[in-house]
């Protein structure tokens, strides 16, 4: 993902997929292991028919593909800054059968375009570690705002290193990225900032670990 950008034709403010966008699933699979994370991250969002849920920073739009493919019935929405992202998107979940609709948009944005949408499950993937402290502490506090009372958020990204083999990996993604957006992620810093936007139970419920570092699962759920 990235950030958003409601203007296609403006400057990239916001850090792409991939260097080309046609190589993003390539390197999510050789580098994540995303068909590990993905699969953890449907059976812990357990769509059901009704759920209207939405995925800020959106991508390629692999997990609302996989969302619809797992239940019939579900209203799917995907937030992305990235126009040709979405254009992709587009095109994957058509194929599979699936109707989602696209928006662009930053994460602190989910918010106001989700405002009235009734959204009770929000997920995000691979998106908090590419983006500066303050983005990830606003975008998650919009995350909140965007839920209905009672609604779940549900987080797929680079979280706590615990180990030094994992965090020996995870300088690979720091290379690409960073370290100043990287660092708190590999520190844990997000469900912190969950608390401290609002969340209760906030938990981690699975690492994964990938040759590129650590993967964590996280759940939290807006205060009725």
């Given at each position: 993902?990235?950030?958003?950008?409601?203007?296609?034709?403006a400057?990239k403010?916001?850090?792409?997929?991939a260097?080309k966008?046609?190589?993003y699933d390539?390197l999510?699979?050789?580098?994540?292991?995303g068909?590990?994370?993905?699969?953890?991250l449907?059976?812990?969002?357990?769509p059901?028919?009704?759920?209207?849920?939405?995925?800020?920073?959106?991508?390629?739009?692999?997990?609302l593909?996989?969302?619809?493919r797992?239940?019939a019935?579900?209203?799917?929405?995907?937030?992305?800054?990235?126009?040709?992202?979405?254009?992709r998107?587009?095109?994957k979940?058509?194929?599979a059968?699936?109707?989602?609709?696209?928006?662009?948009g930053?994460?602190?944005?989910?918010?106001?375009?989700l405002?009235?949408?009734?959204?009770?499950?929000v997920?995000s993937s691979l998106?908090?570690?590419?983006?500066p402290?303050?983005?990830?502490?606003d975008?998650?506090a919009?995350m909140?705002?965007?839920?209905?009372?009672?609604?779940?958020?549900?987080?797929?990204?680079?979280g706590?290193?615990?180990?030094?083999?994992?965090?020996?990996?995870?300088?690979?993604v720091q290379?690409g990225d960073?370290?100043?957006?990287?660092?708190?992620n590999?520190?844990g810093?997000?469900p912190?900032?969950?608390?401290?936007?609002?969340?209760?139970d906030?938990?981690?419920t699975?690492?994964?670990?990938?040759?590129?570092?650590?993967i964590s699962?996280?759940?939290?759920t807006?205060?009725?």
């Amino acid at each position: 993902m990235s950030g958003l950008n409601s203007n296609p034709q403006a400057a990239k403010d916001y850090t792409p997929a991939a260097p080309k966008l046609w190589q993003y699933d390539i390197l999510c699979a050789l580098l994540t292991q995303g068909w590990r994370w993905r699969r953890a991250l449907t059976r812990q969002v357990a769509p059901v028919a009704g759920d209207v849920i939405a995925d800020i920073g959106s991508g390629t739009g692999t997990q609302l593909k996989n969302f619809g493919r797992a239940c019939a019935g579900l209203t799917l929405i995907g937030i992305d800054p990235d126009p040709l992202a979405i254009e992709r998107a587009r095109g994957k979940v058509a194929k599979a059968g699936v109707t989602v609709e696209f928006m662009h948009g930053y994460a602190r944005d989910a918010g106001r375009l989700l405002a009235g949408r009734k959204v009770n499950k929000v997920i995000s993937s691979l998106v908090f570690h590419q983006v500066p402290l303050a983005e990830k502490r606003d975008g998650l506090a919009s995350m909140y705002a965007a839920l209905v009372p009672g609604g779940s958020l549900h987080v797929a990204d680079y979280g706590l290193q615990r180990t030094p083999k994992m965090r020996k990996r995870f300088r690979i993604v720091q290379a690409g990225d960073g370290i100043e957006n990287t660092e708190p992620n590999a520190q844990g810093v997000l469900p912190e900032l969950m608390a401290e936007v609002g969340f209760a139970d906030v938990w981690e419920t699975q690492v994964i670990d990938t040759t590129t570092g650590s993967i964590s699962l996280y759940r939290a759920t807006r205060r009725a």
